[in-house]
C-alpha cells in the first residue's frame, strides 16, 4: 500500500501544479481586454447564433472556473467571471462551452458516448474505492472472497478510467471549434487569439492529467491483483 500513497502523492502535485498554473494564465489573459467589447455572455450567444443553436441559454453560476455546458436542460453555465468580463480568458472559455452546445447539437459521437457512460460512472466512483479496500482487507485476512471483492472493484475503477479518456477528445474537440470560431469570425486578435488558445490549452491539460493518473492508479491495483493471484 506505501507504493500505492506514494503514487496518489505524484499524481495529486501534478495535478496541483497544473491546476495552479491554469489560474495563474486564466489572471493573466484575463488583463487582455477585448478590442471588440463583448463580454462572456455576449461571445457566448453570438457564437450559438452562428452555428444555428437558438434552444439553449447562457446562464451564470457562481464560483471560479465552474464553467460548464449541460447537454439536460441545455444551458451554457458560465462562472462570474467569465460570463460579465470583456478579456482574452472569458472569451476563450465562453466559446469552449458553447462548443460542447455544438457537438450536442450536431450529435458529436465521442459526446454521445460520453453521456452514456455517466449513468456507470456515477455508480463506479462511489463505490470502487470502498470496493477495492473491502477486498484488499479480506485478502490480508485470508479470507477466500478477497480477490473476487477487489477484481470487482478493479473493474468499477476501470469505468472512471475509461471516461477520463472518453472525455479527452470532447475536450479537445470543444477546444477546436472555439478557436477556428473566434478566429474565422474575426472576434479577437492576434494577441487575443494567442491568450485565449494558451488558456484553452492549459484547461486541456488538467483533463489529461486526470486520465493518467487515473491509468496509473489503475494499472497498479492490477499488478496488485496479478500478483496475488
Known amino acids: 500500500m506505501i507504493g500505492y500513497y506514494i503514487l496518489a502523492g505524484a499524481i495529486f502535485l501534478v495535478s496541483m501544479y497544473v491546476s495552479n498554473k491554469l489560474k495563474s494564465k486564466f489572471k493573466?489573459?484575463?488583463?487582455?481586454?477585448?478590442?471588440?467589447?463583448?463580454?462572456?455572455?455576449?461571445?457566448?450567444?453570438?457564437?450559438?447564433?452562428?452555428?444555428?443553436?437558438?434552444?439553449?441559454?447562457?446562464?451564470?453560476v457562481n464560483g471560479m472556473l465552474t464553467d460548464h455546458y449541460n447537454p439536460a436542460n441545455k444551458t451554457v453555465n458560465l462562472s462570474e467571471a467569465v460570463y460579465s468580463q470583456r478579456n482574452a480568458a472569458a472569451a476563450a472559455v465562453a466559446a469552449h462551452e458553447c462548443g460542447h452546445a455544438v457537438q450536442h447539437a450536431t450529435a458529436y459521437s465521442w459526446l454521445q458516448l460520453r453521456s452514456k457512460v455517466v449513468p456507470a460512472v456515477g455508480v463506479s466512483s462511489k463505490l470502487s474505492n470502498f470496493v477495492i479496500m473491502a477486498g484488499l482487507v479480506l485478502s490480508v485476512?485470508?479470507?477466500?472472497?478477497?480477490?473476487?471483492?477487489?477484481?470487482?472493484?478493479?473493474?468499477?475503477?476501470?469505468?472512471?478510467?475509461?471516461?477520463?479518456?472518453?472525455?479527452?477528445?470532447?475536450?479537445?474537440?470543444?477546444?477546436?471549434?472555439?478557436?477556428?470560431?473566434?478566429?474565422?469570425?474575426?472576434?479577437?486578435?492576434?494577441?487575443?487569439?494567442?491568450?485565449?488558445?494558451?488558456?484553452?490549452?492549459?484547461a486541456a491539460r488538467t483533463y489529461v492529467v486526470a486520465a493518467l493518473g487515473s491509468l496509473a492508479t489503475l494499472l497498479y491495483f492490477i499488478s496488485i491483483f496479478m500478483g496475488r493471484r
Open 28 to 60: 493573466k489573459y484575463s488583463q487582455i481586454h477585448l478590442q471588440n467589447g463583448l463580454s462572456g455572455k455576449e461571445i457566448a450567444e453570438k457564437m450559438l447564433l452562428d452555428n444555428g443553436i437558438t434552444d439553449v441559454k447562457v446562464v451564470s
Open 141 to 202: 485476512t485470508g479470507s477466500a472472497l478477497g480477490n473476487g471483492i477487489f477484481l470487482i472493484g478493479i473493474l468499477l475503477f476501470a469505468v472512471t478510467t475509461l471516461f477520463t479518456f472518453i472525455t479527452l477528445p470532447v475536450e479537445f474537440d470543444a477546444s477546436k471549434r472555439a478557436l477556428v470560431w473566434l478566429e474565422t469570425n474575426n472576434m479577437v486578435t492576434q494577441q487575443e487569439y494567442a491568450g485565449a488558445k494558451d488558456s484553452l490549452k492549459w
